[in-house]
């Protein structure tokens, strides 16, 4: 049995938000970052390696504030975060930081591979990128509007915000070719992360998480994402990979505290995940959510925020995409 589990954040994400055509491009790349995934799982194809393919489809997609579409920084750059980890050994990898890598989620398999480290940070990261030759990219790679919109708004406001903040009129130029994106330039207060889980056929797990981090942010912040446990964690009972606020999730140890759960009192994958988000992380101001998949190949999405961008498909089932609150 194998399953695929992906997100694309989680927030405030009111149906009124998003325009039907905003909303389609949405589902198309998530859907496109499913078939990817899912089609190498049905191949035969390690969890580690579907769970890469389908986070590098949505670090290209500039919808997502990851790779190409991060979020900018105070000082106007790009700080990107990546993480994964392999279930039935546990070998993890982690870069943060990172400014010219086109996909960090390989740049932090290149860590688990390459090197003796778990987390890499910049500029020892891009190095690493560069001595083994991932693509790397200018900086005009990673400039769409709507991100830089964002920025001057926060600027101007004199705070960070997590991807997105509530919606208002763009006051700059409209996007051009190719982030066609048609919305305002903040449809919905998003904690912008991408992730998948995965179990192969072999009843291997394995998770990835990457980020662009929090518009206007400083000092070189880094969140839950790119935490081993924090953001993501696998082992052979579950995989998870979280999206949300970070300094919460990483206070909450979310994603290892679902498998020491399971570990330690025996609860299923569903209600460790349940407890953490809704019992855990909620009452403290902890919005967002997570992905998570079970040796058994089971999936739960579970989230405390309006919405979360989701898809998830079996063996020999349908996919299933969702943006908001069912």
């Known amino acids: 049995m194998y399953a695929l589990a ?3 954040g989680a927030g405030t994400i009111a149906r009124a938000s998003l325009s039907p055509a905003d909303e389609q491009q949405y589902r198309t ?14 191949d035969g194809a390690a969890a580690l390696d579907a769970v890469e393919a389908t986070v590098r489809s949505l670090e290209d997609c500039p919808l997502f504030n990851a790779g190409r579409g991060a979020v900018f920084t105070h000082e106007g750059h790009h700080e990107m975060d990546a993480a994964l980890m392999s279930g039935h050994n546990k070998l993890a990898g982690a870069v943060t930081g990172v400014r010219k890598v086109q996909n960090p989620i390989r740049a932090a398999r290149l860590v688990m591979e390459k090197t003796e480290h778990v987390l890499l940070g910049y500029p020892g990261a891009d190095e690493l990128a560069l001595e083994y030759g991932l693509p790397l990219q200018p900086t005009e790679y990673f400039f769409t509007q709507h ?14 915000r997590l991807d997105h903040s509530q919606a208002r009129p763009v006051p700059e130029a ?11 330039a903040d449809p919905n207060w998003k904690k912008g ?12 797990l394995a ?10 942010k400083r000092y070189s912040r880094i969140g839950d994402t790119p935490l081993i446990g924090a953001g993501t964690w696998a082992d052979a009972r579950c995989a998870i990979s979280c999206t949300g606020n970070g300094e919460y999730f990483i206070r909450a140890v979310a994603a290892y ?5 399971m570990e330690y009192k025996g609860l299923s994958l569903e209600e460790a995940a349940r407890i953490v988000v809704q019992d855990k992380l909620a009452p403290v101001g902890g919005e967002g959510g997570l992905i998570a998949i079970d040796a058994a190949g089971n999936v739960t999405l579970p989230f405390n925020s309006d919405g979360m961008y989701r898809a998830s498909r079996r063996e020999g089932g349908e996919a299933m995409v969702a943006i908001y609150k069912e």
């Open 6 to 8: 992906l997100h694309g």
């Open 207 to 216: 998770a990835a998480t990457s980020t662009g981090g929090m518009t206007n």
């Open 193 to 204: 992360t991408v992730g998948a889980v995965a179990r192969d056929l072999h009843g291997h």
């Open 257 to 261: 505290d679902i498998a020491c759960l």
């Open 174 to 184: 409209p996007l051009s070719e190719p982030d066609t994106f048609t919305g305002v």
């Open 147 to 160: 991100r830089y919109n964002q920025l001057q708004e926060a600027l101007r406001e004199g705070r960070m």
């Open 29 to 42: 790349a998530l859907e496109a970052a499913l078939t990817i995934g899912h089609d190498l799982l049905r």
